[in-house]
């Protein structure tokens, strides 16, 4: 199975404009798609990655002098930029979310469609995972969490199932909630299946990835830290997946302009093309923003 199929490798990196012996950071090492591909144009890379598996992966797949690993949360991008000599590059890269492994090993988690405990962590080290948000927080907290971060406009709903069914006894896999979930749409048990086929568990279960992993504040934080770290005409590219995501980036850049770091590139983001959005389906909600510092 593969550790994570890349999306817009070639843009991306086009992007960045990587020049042979300059540094560049890689926020999200995750399979080191990204990563490898800046190192075979000649730059040095820092990669980060708060998930051990990611960094382990990549230690054992991809051996160079010009590749540092850091296990750290971008969130402490400046931090650690600095403890290993980047705190000047030519370009950073962030592509969010999660990789196919993360999504793929039932024991994270991540996926409605498998079973699993209800982790979601990103880190395996932090302390609060999905089942403790769901089985803890009060009903409009967690009706917050669904509304907010999944755009559920049956929220309510879900959330009074979850504090409904956490009286019969705890909620711990993620089998589990797609079941409460169901129940809500009045889809049988028996045909969970079909329930795990909605736009409906993958948004609720996007929603407590977000919580759990605080990840919209995450990012706010860490393009802010970023913006300090580039030497003249250095650039940032930033992948997101959902439009979250995408407005965090789509402001941070105009903010930037405005106090005038630098430009924003591209004022649409760039898509991936037709082949890549054929034959890699994650791809198809892929967003790219690129900023250039002065
Ligand atoms: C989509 S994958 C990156 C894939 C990579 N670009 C590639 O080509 O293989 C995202 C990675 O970012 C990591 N990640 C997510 N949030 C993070 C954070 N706050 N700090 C550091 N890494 C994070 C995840 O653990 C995951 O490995």
């Known amino acids: 199975m593969n550790f994570h199929r890349t999306v817009l490798l070639q843009e991306t990196i ?52 010009k590749l540092h690993l850091a296990h750290g949360n971008f969130r402490d991008i400046k931090n650690i930029a600095i403890k290993n000599r980047f705190e000047k590059v030519s370009g950073i890269v962030f592509d969010l979310g999660v990789s196919s492994h993360q999504i793929d090993s039932n024991e994270r988690g991540f996926s409605y469609q498998q079973n699993g405990p209800l982790d979601m962590r990103m880190d395996s080290n932090s302390p609060i995972k999905a089942a403790d948000l769901i089985n803890l927080l009060n009903k409009n907290e967690l ?26 006894g705890t909620i711990q896999t993620t089998n589990d909630l797609v079941t409460i979930i169901a129940r809500v749409y009045k889809i049988p048990e028996h045909r969970l299946d079909q329930m795990k086929r909605t736009r409906i568990a993958k948004k609720i279960f996007q ?11 995450v990012l706010r934080e860490a393009l802010n830290e970023s913006s300090s770290l580039f030497l003249p005409k250095g650039r940032l590219g930033v992948i ?22 630098g430009i924003v590139v591209n004022k649409k983001p760039l898509l991936p093309n037709r082949l890549e959005m054929k034959t890699n389906k994650r791809s198809r909600s892929a967003k790219l923003r690129f900023f250039e510092k002065n």
Do not use: M, Q, W
């Open 143 to 168: 009706s917050d969490i669904f509304y907010k971060f999944g755009e559920e406009s049956n929220s309510r709903a879900i959330s009074n199932a979850i504090v409904s069914a956490r009286k019969i």
């Open 207 to 217: 929603a407590l990835r977000i919580a759990v992993n605080n990840e919209l504040d």
């Open 240 to 261: 997101t997946f959902h439009s979250l995501e995408d407005r965090i980036v789509k402001n941070a850049f105009i903010d930037f302009e405005k106090r005038g770091l």
């Open 14 to 65: 086009d992007g960045l404009k990587v020049v042979p012996g300059e540094k560049y950071i890689d926020a999200t090492l995750g399979g080191g798609g990204h990563t490898e591909e800046i190192l075979r144009r000649g730059g040095e890379v820092l990669a980060i990655d708060t998930d051990l598996d990611a960094i382990n992966y990549v230690k054992g797949k991809i051996s160079s002098s």
